[in-house]
């Protein structure tokens, strides 16, 4: 496979964010100042995706990605679907780099699929909790939240040990 240079690696990304925010913004997902907030957050996940310590998250799965925050704030603000977009981003990013190491397909599926299962997992227990998206009443929101972390982490930590021994 032909190594991407720095500059298609960034059109690759830039496209796959643009895309992301009109898809979002034209199918009524969003209202336009949510929309604003979405591609800041598509920003900043591939900016913190981008870190050599993602790379280390992925080989060592007891570290926790620092794009992990950004794609727990996105499912507390828009809910685990668009959460699960910034997470795909976050999961895409490294592996379009040019760097020395080489990502294979099954790999990066791997990745992209314990990161939707256990971002949607969250949702639901964050859901099922009385968890809302978008605004907050803070001392009634911590249970719901936790219980999002745990799902988080359970599924990301069960799924990795089954699918990826």
Not at 54 to 77: H, K
């Amino acid at each position: 496979m032909a190594a991407l240079t720095r500059r298609s690696s960034a059109f690759v990304v830039a496209a796959f964010c643009l895309g992301a925010v009109l898809l979002v913004h034209f199918t009524g997902g969003a209202p336009i100042e949510r929309t604003l907030v979405l591609s800041v957050l598509l920003v900043a996940v591939v900016l913190a995706s981008s870190a050599s310590v993602e790379d280390a998250a992925t080989t060592d799965r007891s570290l926790m990605p620092p794009s992990f925050v950004i794609v727990f704030t996105s499912l507390l603000l828009f809910g685990p679907h668009l959460a699960a977009l910034v997470g795909a981003a976050a999961v895409l990013t490294p592996r379009l780099r040019p760097a020395a190491r080489t990502y294979a397909l099954v790999q990066t599926l791997i990745e992209v699929a314990l990161l939707l299962a256990s971002v949607e997992a969250a949702g639901l227990a964050h859901q099922w909790l009385g968890g809302t998206s978008g605004s907050f009443a803070w001392p009634w929101q911590g249970v719901p939240i936790a219980a999002a972390l745990i799902a988080y982490q359970l599924t990301r930590s069960t799924l990795s040990e089954i699918v990826v021994p």
